[in-house]
């Protein structure tokens, strides 16, 4: 049996691969870098990548430099805003402070002034009705605490019904964390925290009342307000306290200024002018 054409041929080819698998063309460029000539197609190349990187490096230090130092110090700056707010908290405080001494010395150089005639007692009511000056006396205290953590909080819908519902169980005057309340105060939310005359109070909210306090406790304790939030205290861990005082001190507000009202003339159903 003879064999295939061409079988010599194939083995050597087989052989020729098995024994040099090194390509001629990548032994010739081994043996030009052996003898330094390096082709002008290399060096190029090797100039364009250096020089490209160190493009690419410049870029990326003005930039960092760049940022940081425009970046604010968050740190610093949020310091920097709770010290300023502390600041002007306290300096409130202690105007609120002054102006509540200088409402009292008013009051009572007022006081003397009229007397105890009728006039003079019908202002006093008045006064104490405006929350213009200050008042003390027995009452009830109702306190609003949230816990430390907790999807339920008091927002200003329950400040607001513990407030109406002591007016209707005969409150004289009211006071929310030391704010006075007046027949024009609004209390409100915002955040996390409850406006009252538009000033931010947190937690816990007291909730202080002037009156009678046997009839506040007797009707503002078996209410349906009160009856509520003890329950709802109880299912989501709120604190809801209810004490009577013998002594509360209840501040002055800022006086209101009317924005429509304007002193006039009173004129007699005769029409002759009888005051103003």
């Given at each position: 049996?003879?064999?295939?054409?061409?079988?010599?041929?194939?083995?050597?080819?087989?052989a020729d691969l098995l024994t040099n698998t090194l390509d001629p063309g990548y032994a010739a460029a081994a043996e030009r870098r052996r003898d330094g000539r390096a082709t002008p197609t290399s060096w190029a190349t090797r100039v364009a990548v250096a020089a490209v990187c160190a493009v690419i490096g410049a870029v990326l230090t003005v930039a960092y430099v760049h940022t940081r130092d425009n970046q604010p110090d968050t740190s610093r700056a949020k310091r920097a805003l709770i010290a300023k707010v502390r600041a002007a908290q306290d300096a409130a405080s202690k105007l609120a402070a002054q102006a509540n001494r200088l409402s009292g010395q008013v009051a009572t150089a007022r006081q003397r002034a009229?007397?105890?005639?009728?006039?003079g007692k019908e202002l006093t009511r008045a006064e104490e009705q405006a929350g213009t000056v200050a008042v003390h006396g027995p009452g009830l205290q109702v306190t609003l605490t949230n816990p430390?953590?907790?999807?339920?909080?008091?927002?200003?819908?329950?400040?607001?019904?513990?407030v109406n519902e002591l007016?209707?169980?005969g409150a004289e005057s009211i006071a929310?964390?030391?704010?006075?309340?007046?027949?024009?105060?609004?209390?409100?939310?915002?955040?996390?925290?409850?406006?009252?005359?538009?000033?931010?109070?947190?937690?816990?909210?007291?909730?202080?009342?002037?009156?009678s306090p046997a009839q506040l406790d007797s009707r503002f304790t078996v209410s349906d307000v009160?009856?509520?939030?003890?329950?709802?205290?109880?299912?989501?861990?709120?604190?809801?306290?209810?004490?009577?005082?013998?002594?509360?001190?209840l501040p002055a507000t800022d006086p209101h200024r009317n924005r429509y009202a304007r002193p006039?003339?009173?004129?007699?159903?005769?029409?002759?002018?009888v005051g103003s």
């Open positions: 049996m003879s064999a295939p054409p061409g079988g010599n041929g194939s083995r050597g080819y087989l009229s007397g105890t005639t009728p006039s430390p953590s907790g999807e339920r909080q008091y927002t200003d819908l329950d400040v607001r019904a513990v007016w209707l169980s929310v964390n030391n704010i006075r309340l007046t027949p024009t105060s609004a209390i409100r939310f915002a955040g996390s925290a409850v406006l009252v005359d538009f000033q931010p109070l947190t937690a816990p909210y007291t909730v202080r009342a002037i009156g009160a009856n509520r939030y003890r329950t709802v205290a109880s299912a989501f861990g709120l604190g809801f306290r209810i004490s009577q005082s013998r002594q509360l001190a006039g003339t009173i004129v007699a159903p005769t029409g002759r002018e």
